[in-house]
């Protein structure tokens, strides 16, 4: 059986918990507050955030972004290799009508069959593979 994961962390749940402007911070602010004890995250969505922060505003606000990574002990960071490229790519044929990055594709890979009770994002891609977006249980 797969491995059970509580809560997968997109990168659109990072930026809304750190944009006090963001329709979604007071939701994500309570959700990071207090995690249940599988949360996991990809390597690609902490590149895309770094990226995101960067281009956004400024080194000083993206190394901010890392460091608050730094600072959540129940975050699982999950590396990204050949085998979930690969995974992902059955995604993106699978769901070939839809505008997926390869990193959005990696998190539906990584939720599928059930594994993720819940998906940490305000993308609604991330909830083709089934799991619920945290958005809709506000």
């Known amino acids: 059986m797969a491995e059970r994961i509580d809560a997968y962390v997109d990168t659109s749940a990072f930026i809304a918990f750190m944009d006090a402007s963001d329709t979604y911070h007071a939701l994500f602010r309570r959700l990071f507050a207090a995690p249940p004890s599988v949360v996991v995250t990809t390597s690609l969505v902490i590149v895309e955030g770094h990226g995101w922060f960067l281009r956004r505003f400024d080194r000083v606000r993206a190394l901010q972004f890392l460091a608050m990574v730094e600072d959540m002990p129940f975050l699982d960071v999950r590396p990204v290799g050949p085998g979930e490229v690969q995974d992902a790519t059955a995604m993106l044929r699978r769901f070939g009508d839809q505008d997926l990055t390869l990193v959005d594709a990696v998190g539906l890979a990584l939720m599928s069959d059930g594994r993720a ?22």
């Open 117 to 138: 009770a819940s998906c940490w994002s305000t993308d609604r891609h991330l909830g083709l593979a089934g799991s619920p977006l945290a958005i809709h249980s506000a």
